[in-house]
Nanobody
Framework: QVQLVESGGGLVQAGGSLRLSCAAS????????MGWFRQTPGKEREFVAL????????DYADSVRGRFSISRDNAKSTLYLQMVSLKSEDTAVYYC???????????????WGQGTQVTVSS
């Protein structure tokens, strides 16, 4: 079992920045590929970014590429998502998740946090 707890969400103006954190506990954090997803009411959970176990490889959804940056600190068992140049369409609940393989689809992720709300005002 891995327990994940997100933090750092909030209200920000368009063009602003936020950094989300995801603290992990339980089984070894460094043994999992990690991802960020987001969801708005009535829509499916959407892939945002992923990072490999060592942090050596990252990938992003086209909608956030160049504006968001995923990183991890295995010594602190913490995942991050730095978001800059935020847009109103980035408004969503953001979730961190852990998977045993590189994965872009939500069903492939085994463990999930409870989510943190990000609201971007235009």
């Amino acid at each position: 079992q891995v327990q994940l707890v997100e933090s750092g969400g909030g209200l920000v103006q368009a063009g602003g920045s936020l950094r989300l954190s995801c603290a992990a506990s339980g089984r070894t954090f460094s043994s999992y590929y990690m991802g960020w997803f987001r969801q708005t009411p009535g829509k499916e959970r959407e892939f945002v970014a992923l990072i490999t176990m060592s942090g050596g490889m990252t990938d992003y959804a086209d909608s956030v590429r160049g504006r968001f940056s995923i990183s991890r600190d295995n010594a602190k068992s913490t995942l991050y998502l730095q978001m800059v140049s935020l847009k109103s369409e980035d408004t969503a609940v953001y979730y961190c998740a852990a998977a045993p393989v590189v994965a872009y689809a939500a069903p492939q992720y085994r463990y999930w946090g409870q989510g943190t709300q990000v609201t971007v005002s235009s």
